[in-house]
Each structure stands twice: as C-alpha cells, then as structure tokens.
C-alpha cells in the first residue's frame, strides 16, 4: 500500500497523470493510517503517513550545508547577459558557442533535501548559504516532496542534496487569503512571504494545510552518482520521483539564450506560479568545475531579472476594515494609478507594525506593487517628497463598527475587537456557533443566518433561543415544517458539553481540542471566567498566545453577558467526559533523546500519545520513560541521575507491540 501510494503521488505531482480520484487516495491513506497504528511493528520511517504534521517544535535546530547553497550574480538585461557569456569565455578559453541551460526562476523559497539511500531524512531553508533552520518536519507535509526515491529507472545515490524551490500557486495563494477574508483575518501580501511563513512553522500541521508546490533545480552533493552535464541532472530528478520545472530549455549560444528568455518573459502571466526572473547556467559540469565560483557565487550561472510590477502614488487616506473575526486592517487609499493597465486606488498596510516599520503617513508619496493577481502593498514611503504635512497613523483603540475595546494578543500582529456581536463578525460568530463541532444546530445554513440577520430576528447568539414558529414563517420561503424542524434542533442544542460550548464562541487559537484541554482542567464556565493568565498558562497543552486570548475573551463585559443569556434561555452546560483514562500510557511522560533509526521522532511522539501518554522536550522528576537512539548526549545521563528507567528502542518498540 505505501509503494502504491508513492506511486500515485508520483503520477500525480510529476507526471500530472493522476490515475485514482483525490478521494480515493484519501481513502487509501487512511486505511495506511489504521493499518500502522493496528500493526506498529510494521511501521516505516518512510510511510506517506508520516507527512502529517506532528507536535509542535520549541525552536529549529540550524543545519550546516556540506556544500554552500551560493547566491547568483544578477543580470538586468539582454546585454548584460552578453557581457556574461563574454566572461565566462575568456575564463575557460572557448571561442565557440557555449551550451546553457534557461530555467524560469521561481519566486519562491530555497530549500535543501537530504537523502540518504533514497529515504529523506533532513530538510533545511538556504539561510545564509552557509547554514540554515531545519525544517524536516514541514517539509514532509509537502506531497511533491518524495519521502522515498524511485529506483526502477536508475540507482539512487548513497547521498543526495537537492536544492529547490517551495513555492505557492496563484489559485492556491487566491484561495488562502479568501478564506483569511470570510474569517476576517488579515490578508497575505504575496505568494512568496506566505511560503517562508508557512515553512517556518513551529507547528508542522499548520504547514500541512498549506498548498505548498516544489521544483527541484540543483543539488549540492551525490555521493555515488556523478552527472555530466546539467540537462542529466534534471532527467535523472524526474526519474526519482522529483518534480523539475517542464519550461526549462537547453539553448546552444548566448542569442539562443536571449531569445529563450524572451520566451519566458512572455509566459509571465499564464504561469500559474510567481517568477522574477530566468536562470542562465552553463550546462556541462566539467566546464562548471573549471569556471569555478566567488565566495558567493558561481561563475558559471546568472539570473536576468525582470522589470518589478511598481508604480508611484499618492496615500490620501488610511481606512480601517473590520474583518469577520474581529481583525482590524489598515488600507491606504491613494490617487489612481494604473499597474500593467489595471487601476489601483487602495493598497493593504498589514497591521500597525508594517505601518510602524515602513512609517508610512497619511499624504506620503509611495512606490507599490501588484504581481498577478496578488493584493497590492506598499513597498516603501519615498521620504524625499515629504512636505511635513504628511500625518502618522495609529490604529484606533475602539472597533470603529461597534466601539468595543480593541485589544492585540500577546505573539500576534493584528489588533481585534473581542465582541462576538460586533456587526462586522456577527455572521461568522453566527456561523460558527451553530457549527457541527460546536452548538450543532441543523438548519442554520449561510443562507438561513443571512435571512435572520437581515430581518433582525438574530443579533447576537443568544437570539437564536428567542426564535418560534411564527417569526421563522414569516421568512421568505420557510414552509412550517422546515420552520419547526429548526425549532426542535435549537432545543436539542441547549444541553451541551463545555468543550463544545467553549469552542462554539470561536475563542482566538482555541480550537476543538484547546476546548476540551480548558474544560477538563476547569471544568465549569464560571471557573474559566476567573482563571487568571498564570493559572491558564500552568495547564498543560496551553501556551501563552492562548492564555492571554482565553483571559482576553472573559474580560469584554459584551461577551459575559451573552453567557448569561444564552444560560438564561434555557442552554444547560453538561459535565464534560475525561476520556484516556484507561489506555496504557495515561498519565506517562516520554523523553525521546538521540538519533532515532526504527522510528521518526515525530511517528514515536505519535504513538505515544494516540496511547493517552504526552511526549515532551526536557527530563525531570515527572518524566517516566527516557528512549534514547544513537549519540543520546545529556538527556541521557540526567535520566540515569534521576533514576528515570531508560528504554533502547527496540524496548520501546516492544513496549508498544505489547
């Protein structure tokens, strides 16, 4: 099943020649799922299961490079790739026409992959060439990022270092900031941005949700595999299952080069991905050894850089939206001007940070820019213009739809109005309150709550319980029974557990799970209502982003009496259920330390808490298993100290076989 999977995965993101349905590959991958968790002594580092994301990370680790991932020299034009193919003559002695290599550069995020015998075991961002953050976990949600190399066409290398790009797609990068814009979160400004921040995710399964794409264009080392020339690197990449970019070119002579690049150039705008630039490299390695590099650069390859998509203007105001979760978004409004002939009047600012750090004014002359179908955003304040009658702009401290109090969570950029009955988020909170994972209230679609809000039958939550026959028949096109079938599922509603009564008022970063941790650690509303931050922070799983929203939440006056009138209207809160309590592991604390080689450390944190047990960083008192892999340095010996029992992992692996 895993080989079929990978199969399927490798028709899908290299051939683009799916053979199964997206369903059933779900279908498949579940079933992978049960079968590793029913079986874990058949479990393999390599599995496609293993790109789910696991346990959040405290910090990455860095990763030095084994050969430095350069910069490329830029060109700006035509000519200046000719002065290129000029130098690189002279530097080899070659008074023919050279053969290069044209590749669409991706405006994307550089990345490394290793792999060792075919099996990916490290991912790394470019950082400073030299050395980079770890990444291996995020890198694994990637599904065009093969966990294990094909080797039905050619030997796979005993090590390989490919270098690539992490980029997102137009429609994928449309698609994310819509559903930032229905929630009301603040908006992406580009495709690349929002690839590094995605990468750089301590909580891999955040990643995961991200549709990220990579080509692969390079590599750094191949221990037993050598390449003559560049073109075979490429073929041999797509033959283990890599993803290469199907718009890379073999040219003989610079002319041929240049009109390639013309080439690309026109396919600017159908390419369903972002590109600054093509790449220009010389394609036999031999001649690349020869050419040698700087100490940032090879000599061998340059990027033409294309025009920006900018332009100059005037900001004549900053406005302020509201989103549909509270998030506040400042927007320049500016004197029209047109970019590759669309007209722009307003350009989003971010937060008040972006604000701060470009200090950008009200009156201030700009330089924006627009790439594809990408928000417009301001660059950078031409301060030579400044008159000093340009005004600085503060975000205001009360939500200009409803005056509540606006207030910025610690760790996070925007500022948000807290009130769930905020005009501007009084549908979403609607919405999701009546949500299945919440109140579960049947009938109340995006259609029927458009229809309440607009005839002022619902202004907050409560007024759901407010609702009878007679108001909802009165809607247009609600017959009697639809109407009464609405009623009877807003009375089922009313008994509820405290999880999904927390999770049903879409408390920032508290999600499905958040809500069950707050309510088996405090078990009643009115306890939630007077837990201060610490108390908050000491619960296990609640971190202090959380803390400070869950305390934000009870503080706004709005919010506690919605409580008491979504309780005064009969909604009864039940005792939450304490699940695990009988599975093996309830209530054992696991330290994994070393290199792990039968397991992933993110697969054996998994198994260990799918068995009720918790999987933590640091050895204590409190820990009861410390599983050491090969090299385990001081976690190892501070086990030993405390007397903590120390597993091999083939114990550990029998302890779960057990």
Known sequence: ?????????????????????????????????????????????????????????????????????????????????????????????????????????????????????????????????????EITRNLRTINSIPIRLRADEVPVPERLDVRGEVYYTAKGFRLLNREREERGEPLYANPRNTAAGSLRQLDSSITAKRPLLIFVHSFGQAVGHSFVSHTQALNTFKKWGFRVNPHIESCHGIEAVIANCQKVIELRDQLEYEIDGAVVKIDSHALQAQAGTRSRSPRWAIALKFEARQATTRIVDIKVQVGRTGALTPVAVMEPVKIEGVEITRATLHNQDEIDRKDVRIGDWVIIQRAGDVIPEVVKVIESKRTGCERPFKLPESCPECGSKVVRLAGEAAHRCQQLSCPAQLKESIRHFASKGAMNIDGLGEKMVEKLIEKGLVQNVADFYDLDLEKLIGLDRMAEKSAKNLIDALEMSKNVSLDRFLFAFGI???????????????????????????????????????????????????????????????????????????????????????????????????????????????????????????????????????????????????????
Not at 77 to 105: C, I, N, Q, T
Not at 591 to 608: I, K, P, S, Y
Not at 625 to 653: D, W, Y
């Open 1 to 133: 099943m895993r080989t079929a999977l990978e199969r399927h995965n490798y028709r899908y993101y290299v051939l683009d020649d799916p053979e199964i349905s997206d369903t059933e590959y779900d279908r498949l991958l579940r079933e992978l799922f049960e079968l590793e968790k029913q079986f874990p002594h058949l479990f393999a580092v390599d599995s496609p299961t293993q790109r789910v994301g696991a346990a959040p990370l405290e910090q990455f680790n860095t990763v030095t490079h084994a050969i430095p991932m350069l910069s490329l020299d830029n060109a700006f034009g035509f000519d200046e790739l000719r002065d290129f193919d000029e130098r690189v003559k002279r530097l080899l002695e070659v008074s023919g026409e050279l053969a290069y290599v044209v590749e669409p550069k991706i405006d994307g995020v550089a990345v490394e992959l290793v792999y060792e015998n075919g099996v990916f075991i490290q991912g790394s961002t470019r950082g400073d060439g030299v050395a980079g953050e």
């Open 508 to 658: 920032r970063h508290v999600g499905e799970h958040g809500a069950k941790v707050l309510a088996k650690e405090f078990g009643s509303i009115d306890n939630l209502k007077n837990a201060s931050v610490d108390a908050l922070v000491a619960t296990h799983e609640v971190g202090e982003i959380v803390a400070q929203s869950v305390f934000a939440f009870f503080q706004e006056q709005n919010n506690l009496e919605l409580i008491e009138h979504l309780l005064a209207r009969g909604v009864k809160i039940e005792q939450v259920e304490v699940a695990g309590k009988d599975l093996p592991f309830s209530g054992k604390v696991f330290v994994f330390t070393g290199a792990l080689q039968l397991f992933t450390r993110d697969a054996a944190e998994n198994w260990v808490e799918s068995l009720g047990g918790r999987a933590t960083s640091s050895v204590s008192r409190k820990t009861n298993f410390v599983v050491i892999g090969e090299n385990a340095g001081s976690k190892a010996e501070k086990a030993r100290s405390l007397g903590v029992p120390i597993l091999t992992e083939k114990e550990f692996k029998s302890l779960l076989a057990s």
